[in-house]
């Protein structure tokens, strides 16, 4: 009669480890950002990328994009930032707008962080926000 007693709280406490596993869940989100051209590349590599659900650009000046899509992105770039998706990273903000957006500011990262250390690279700062 322990034996089932035992199986079954020894399923309870994997289920439960698997839970704790599990990464969390980036929600969608659709913010109107205004910029040129450089904001239009960054879209347009991020919505390659699958990061971004839906682009509408609006022809008006400033010129409007509506964006829909990763929380985490939207924030980077609604902030003027520059996203970096496979770094979870977004580039020049100010530590406010990171702490805004539940982020890890590093005010003085390196610029080849993330490239390998046989890289020469020059001693250069950027701004960075992780976002986890």
Known sequence: MKLPRI???CLVILLAGCSVLQK?????VTATLTGGQKI???IEMLEDEGVLDT???AESFPLEIIVTGSKKAVGCLSKGGTWLNRHQECEHISALNCAELGGKYNECASVCRHQGSDVFC???CVPTCTIK
Do not use: G, K, N
């Open 7 to 9: 199986l079954i709280a």
């Open 55 to 57: 682009v509408v650009v």
């Open 40 to 42: 239009l590349d960054q």
């Open 122 to 124: 020059i001693q250069m």
């Open 24 to 28: 969390p869940v980036d929600t969608r």
